[in-house]
């Protein structure tokens, strides 16, 4: 009966013993989740870099894009800057014809009309023409007087010379005009236009008329004393008279000049224009 008793009590004693050990070991299991969360924590830390590294990146397409976008801008106002004005072709068609003509018959003969028109090969001249048909058509449907051209084709103006027979038949009662044409814009040419052109300045072209004017009065009426004559050949000389003079390229391609309307004794007061050649 001891016996038994002992072995109980020692079976007992082994169990509370295991009990103790089972009980001890429990703190090693709970280390697990401890790992579980550093690890957790390192992925939360990764994704953060990540996150910012893309913000950054995307700060800077975005920086990139608004400096592309600036200098773009800079470029293109640059090239409208520097952007040289058009001009055609040496070889651009140009022709220059009648876009009015009458005949009439004088004394047994027959003489012709004719108004004329600048065309040019892509550019727009239709202004031009209709300022030049709507100058001369009275003139050109009249039986006492008629009109004729010559013309001059440059790189870049076409000049056109006109003379109208007042007197129809009688050259020596005319007067002249001229029209200078851009063959870029198609749109008459203004005299500051003609002569940057022609390549001589304003100074240089007024000295050239003044002499003209001038040279015409000791010509023809040197011999002339009166008061009248003088009066004339001084309203002549006037800045304003200079001034009024018109640049042109004669037929022959020479650099030209006409004064319309300088008031000249010949018998009855009459009215002449006055051309001339400078080159």
């Not at 016996?3 to 295991?18: D, G, N």
């Not at 851009?182 to 236009?193: A, C, D, Q, V, Y």
């Not at 008279?241 to 650099?255: C, R």
Request: hydrophobic share 30%; with cysteine; aromatic share 6%.
């Amino acid at each position: 009966m001891k016996k038994f008793r002992a072995t109980a009590s020692i079976l007992l004693l082994a169990a509370m013993t295991m009990g103790l050990a089972a009980c001890n070991a429990q703190p090693a299991v709970t280390s697990l989740p401890s790992v579980s969360t550093e690890s957790k924590a390192t992925t939360s830390e990764t994704a953060t870099e990540a996150t910012t590294s893309e913000e950054t990146t995307e700060t800077t397409e975005t920086t990139t894009e608004t400096t592309s976008e600036t200098t773009t801008e800079t470029t293109t106002e640059q090239t409208t800057t520097k952007e040289p004005t058009p001009t055609p072709a040496p070889a651009a068609k140009t022709t220059v014809n009648d876009q009015y003509k009458r005949s009439i018959k004088v004394g047994g003969k027959t003489l012709w009309t004719h108004i004329p028109q600048v065309l040019i090969e892509g550019v727009d001249t239709d202004d031009f023409n209709e300022e030049v048909l709507n100058k001369f058509i009275g003139i050109g449907k009249k039986n006492d007087s008629r009109l004729y051209y010559s013309y001059y084709v440059g790189k870049k103006a076409v000049s056109l010379y006109i003379t109208v027979e007042l007197e129809t038949g009688n050259s020596s009662k005319k007067n002249l005009y001229v029209y200078n044409c851009s063959r870029t814009t198609g749109k008459k040419l203004s005299k500051s236009e003609m002569l940057k052109i022609m390549g001589v300045s304003s100074s240089a072209f007024d000295t050239k008329v003044k002499n003209a004017i001038k040279n015409m009065w000791k010509k023809k009426y040197g011999s002339d004393t009166s008061a009248a004559k003088k009066k004339m050949e001084k309203a002549s000389l006037t800045s304003s008279m200079i001034k009024s003079a018109i640049p042109y390229v004669n037929k022959d391609g020479k650099k030209a000049y006409l004064i319309r309307q300088i008031e000249v004794p010949s018998g009855a007061l009459d009215h002449i224009d006055l051309h001339g050649t400078f080159s």
